[in-house]
């Protein structure tokens, strides 16, 4: 069946360093991805979407390209700020009612 | 303008006691779902409303959960008999449709219900 995985975390990177968060997943058709964030104290909140192989989401300087080849969707960004300490969410929806969410990546950025 | 809200925000229950959750959409919203956030798991797809049309209840843990979704808008999770493997928080997500027949709309998330089996 359908799934996501995620890398574990925690994740724990200094200021401006560059990250990287692996997510790849198992469809049996041609699912929409997601990357969703939780900061701490806040809901889920929609960070970046891609809808077809190849797409790039882009949002806050984040980005994640949709990869079908390898089935994955990597989250990525160049600079981490403090701010940008949270949960992070890979998720997948195919159809009507099939919605994965991975387990979660908890990054931590360190002044 | 407002989004998704969830009650109560934090409930404790007794084992074997029914407990009823409560989420209100975004207006206009046509689509509703809920899920379940374990302890160090992630979330857990549990049902999906679009409309009025009956939803798909096989996400559904147990028969002990049922969903309920009143006049296209608000929807009540109801767990009956509580456990204490039903200790999670329960979230609620919303959007407006669900998109020429292929998921690939935008959910907005509630704050969720803290729900503790003792």
């Known amino acids: 069946g359908d799934s996501v995985t995620q890398m574990e975390g925690p994740v724990t990177l200094s200021e401006e360093a560059f990250l990287t968060i692996n997510c790849t997943y198992t469809a049996t058709g041609y699912p929409s991805l997601f990357w969703y964030v939780q900061y701490p104290g806040e809901g889920l909140q929609l960070l970046l979407k891609a809808t077809k192989a190849d797409d790039k989401g882009s949002n806050k300087g984040f980005e994640a390209t949709y990869r079908k080849e390898t089935t994955s969707f990597h989250l990525e960004k160049g600079s981490v700020q403090v701010s940008d300490s949270a949960v992070y969410f890979c998720?997948?929806?195919?159809?009507?009612?099939?919605?994965?969410f991975g387990s979660g990546t908890k990054l931590n950025v360190k002044p | 303008g407002a989004g998704v809200s969830q009650s109560p925000s934090n409930k404790v229950t007794e084992k074997g006691k029914d407990v009823e959750l409560r989420c209100d959409p975004i207006?206009?919203?046509?689509?509703l779902y809920w899920y379940r956030q374990s302890l160090g798991q992630g979330l857990e797809f549990l049902i999906y409303f679009q409309g009025n049309s009956a939803p798909d209840k096989s996400g559904l843990p147990s028969d002990r959960f049922s969903a309920e979704r009143t006049g296209g808008s608000v929807s009540t999770l109801t767990i009956q008999r509580t456990q204490q493997e039903d200790s999670a928080v329960y979230l609620c997500a919303s959007s407006l449709q669900a998109g020429q027949g292929r998921l690939g709309e935008t959910q907005y998330f509630g704050p969720g219900t803290r729900l503790l089996v003792l």
């Open positions: 998720a997948l929806a195919e159809g009507f009612n099939k919605f994965y």
């Open positions: 207006s206009g919203h046509t689509a």
